[in-house]
């Protein structure tokens, strides 16, 4: 029987998924774990960092790694991932003061899977880490247990961002949801990528979590369902009701230590615990790093090209030259189709998990009947929300 190329909600059933996540990790299988826990294998980070002083002393260990974002649980944790504590706290002190300064000026952070308002969060805490504090940034970054992991599942050439995510007593919990690039999107966009793409996205990204505190369970540290991510149709099933059900039934969470590390499969189902806790400021510095592959062979200055072209495609449209699906294709193959990467400072998710891309303000301004002026008028504000600062 042939895979199916198109999903859609057909392709979900609940009864599947279920036996797909209730595979039971074996110890066997990760020999180089301290610990199997909660069906996560957990790792020493110091202990793996003393023993493994060379590329080919790694291999196996990274290896062991990468089958388990792929074709195991999905999840891997590493205790004492940083055993300088006091550069946590001394980068939480920066970022805490980064948070007081941006929210002096008003500005407001959405969450994707969350309320805003609910938590304080630092978007491209990365960039300004480094220039808020380049000392702090080059201390921060000489982690061992980073590069490896990161080049155990994407290769050298990887791009790391961060965002600092504080969780207030109270905080409410996130609803279960894949991450980036499919998890931003909704279940009509989903359904026009073919399955191999929904297989592919998983591949381009890693997730990680720095714990910047002790977070015990009460504090609310991430949800996860092992097994998870490797269920094909899951971008489009962790949107319905009944998979977040079941997600809520059937998750687990880790307690983990300042200093701790959890990496995780960003197509593993997840969100952001309820911190119960009175006195706990859940301080995560959530990683995202990126493949270097995620990208095309030549720069192409889409803004510049679909400025050029509008007049005569507005005019062609107008006209009745063209179909409406012949309009659309020129879109296509001239505007930049994807909002990311975003400055979330200015473009925050606060209606929508992502910004309108070019395409979108292009396809407004055809349907409305904007002069090439507006159209221009309009790119050029888009454009000046695509910067880092």
Known sequence: MQEPVWLDDTSCALEEFARHVSQVTKAADYPHAVEIAKNIPVYDGAALVAQNDTDEAWKPVMAEWNRAFESGPGIIAIRRGYTDTQVIDDVTEALNSIIAEEEAKGVGHGDHFA???????????????????????V?????????????????????????ANVVRPGGKAQTAHRDYHMGFQSSEDLKTYPATQHALSAQLTLQGAVAHCDMPLESGPTKLLPYSQSYLPGYLAVLREDFRAFFEENCVQMPLQKGDLLFFNPATFHAAGENTSTDIQRFANLMQVGSAYGRSIEIVDRARLSLAVYPELSKAATNKQ????EVDNVVAASAEGYPFPANLDIDSPLSGM?????QDVMRQALAEGWDSEAYAQAIAEQLERKRSH
């Open 115 to 137: 309320a805003a308002g609910a938590n304080s969060r630092v978007w491209n805490g990365h960039e300004k880490l480094g220039v808020k504090s380049p000392e702090l940034f």
């Open 139 to 163: 201390r921060y970054n000489t982690n061992e247990c980073v590069r490896r992991v990161s080049e155990a599942w994407l290769g050298t050439g990887y791009q790391i961002t961060t965002q």
């Open 322 to 325: 063209l179909t409406a699906r």
């Open 354 to 358: 992502a910004p309108a891309s070019q």
